[in-house]
């Protein structure tokens, strides 16, 4: 439930919602307010105390054939190497820790 609070509390818009393993991974297509008017993305939101690299590889992979950036939730943090993956190559690709359980 923290997810729709915290859409909410962003004033983000659910288009689609897909529930892959119940209580820990979901995908979005998502309207988010921005200074240039709404602007739609790809999210995955994954319960997991370590984001890894296989995992932000493959929600940009997602975005990439949605032809869509993405934005990826999580209240854990990244691993060091998938945090530098997200520095370093892949643009269109934000990450956000969260609090809570997805």
Avoid: W
């Amino acid at each position: 439930a923290s997810l729709l609070s915290f859409f909410g509390r962003n004033n983000i818009k659910i288009v689609e919602q897909h529930c892959l393993k119940k209580r820990t991974e979901y995908d979005f297509v998502l309207k988010l307010p921005s200074g240039v008017g709404e602007l739609t993305y790809y999210c995955k939101a994954k319960a997991k105390k370590k984001v890894a690299e296989s995992d932000v590889s493959a929600a940009y992979v997602q975005g990439q054939l949605r032809k869509l950036p993405v934005l990826l939730l999580s209240p854990g943090e990244l691993a060091k190497k998938a945090q530098e993956l997200v520095e370093r190559d892949l643009k269109g690709l934000t990450f956000k820790q969260m609090e809570g359980e997805p």
